[in-house]
């Protein structure tokens, strides 16, 4: 469990007299995540759009890359009080990362491929739309396969030397039948055997629309409304979909944000890189 998910819990078991009406613990940085915690009833809005509130007064804050300042959380207790929070969200340095050698069609998809890749973004987005009131991400994450790290969240990418959108994941390099796990526990939402971009790719809901990607899997072990426990297999890494060789892509998504897997779980096991 990381230090994030021991303190939020700590906190959700004890809520004392008396205690601040709102707590967050994290940091506003891009990429990040805030767990924030208040009175039983409350509503919060994010920028002005209202996100879910446990039973227990559990919510979520996601930061993008590049996220505008200021974020601003809005709360209204059941007694009518309001307060709200703004928060300045850290800059980061992002690398720049050239990968070459991808089959040209990758790169630069056929008309025809753009319709398929359209239809297969649209079932992602529909998977992620899904808005549970589980909070199995307050148990902490874990990585869901342990090995080199050789591709990090936000670094700019030049595919065969042409400029695209920035790497949303984390890579591992660990090769192809490598056991993926759950990094929390949660239910698959999307399990998708070829996609053109991600191949092999899978979904796991965390609940408040807080969810893993799995991209360029060999095999998916996992079903679609399947329930799992973190550290349970459910996928093969692979060297699917747009790659120049086996790893498994994990990315995270808070709503319409693409958030950093790497700042929920801390560094990778030394020993076992």
């Keep these: 469990m990381t230090r994030l998910a021991v303190a939020l819990t700590l906190t959700l078991l004890a809520w004392p007299a008396g205690a601040a009406r709102l707590v967050f613990e994290g940091e506003a940085v891009e990429g990040g995540l805030l767990i924030g915690r208040t009175e039983v009833g409350a509503q919060v809005h994010v920028d002005g759009t209202r996100v879910r ?52 069609r990758k790169v630069s998809p056929t008309a025809e491929d753009l319709k398929r890749i359209r239809r297969e973004n649209a079932l992602a987005r529909k998977a992620r739309v899904r808005d549970d009131a589980r909070t199995d991400f307050l148990a902490g994450f874990s990585w869901p396969a342990v090995g080199p790290i050789s591709g990090v969240y936000g670094s700019q990418r030049i595919l065969n030397g042409e400029p695209r959108r ?74 699917t979909g747009r790659v120049t060789g086996a790893h498994l892509d994990w990315r995270i998504n808070w709503k319409n944000k693409r958030l950093d897997p790497a700042l929920l779980v801390g560094p990778m096991p030394l020993a076992q890189q």
Excluded: C, N, W
């Design 53 to 104: 509130v446990s039973p227990q007064g559990a919510f979520l804050v996601g930061f993008h890359r590049k996220e505008p300042d200021p974020v601003v959380v809005a709360v209204r207790f059941r007694d009518g009080a309001k307060t709200s929070r703004r928060f300045k969200v850290k800059r980061r340095e992002y690398v720049v990362q050239r990968i070459d050698g991808l089959p040209p």
């Design 166 to 239: 920035p790497h949303y994941g984390v890579d591992i390099a660990v090769p192809t039948g490598t056991p993926v796990r759950a990094p929390a526990a949660g239910v698959v939402t999307f399990a998708y055997p070829d996609m053109f971009f991600s191949g092999g790719t899978l979904i796991l809901d965390h609940g408040h629309q807080l969810s893993s990607t799995f991209l360029h899997l060999s095999r998916l072990v996992a079903r679609e409304g399947q329930r799992v426990e973190r550290g349970e297999v459910i996928a093969e890494v692979g060297a």
